[in-house]
């Protein structure tokens, strides 16, 4: 269950860009990785407050918070979905962009408007994914 916590934005300047790093790892430990690319760059505090709202202080529900799902990587070498995959996103990290990303990455928005997004979620709801099963 996640816990509503207030994120702490030091910087939405424009000027300043950072990455958020997540991963899907499909039960047979099978890789998919993603990042976006935000206006703003969060204080440790924020970053802390970010992994209060993760289940686990690591997983979300990709879809419930509006960033992009990255499972179908698997599923083009898989042929679709396969009993080993479930709903969860793993944050893995939220880190100052480079200048070659900020050059090559769309922006996909700010900072503020996702960590806002995360502290809305009081549980995490599964059944967003099409990975969700009854099994959970």
Aim: charged letters at 20%; one cysteine or more.
């Amino acid at each position: 269950m996640s816990k509503n916590k207030q994120v702490v934005v030091s910087n939405d300047s424009p000027k300043e860009y950072c990455v958020f790093e997540y991963l899907y790892r499909d039960a047979s430990n099978y890789k998919a990785w993603g990042t976006i690319l935000l206006s703003g760059f969060p204080s440790q505090n924020g970053i802390a407050a970010l992994r209060a709202c993760l289940e686990s202080d690591e997983y979300f529900v990709a879809e419930q918070v509006g960033i992009p799902a990255v499972y179908k990587e698997l599923w083009d070498l898989s042929g679709g979905p396969t009993s080993d995959d479930h709903a969860l996103h793993e944050f893995v990290n939220l880190r100052q962009a480079t200048t070659e990303e900020t050059a090559t990455l769309p922006l996909y928005g700010s900072l503020s408007k996702l960590l806002e997004a995360f502290q809305v979620v009081t549980a995490w709801d599964y059944s967003l994914s099409p990975n969700f099963s009854v099994d959970y």
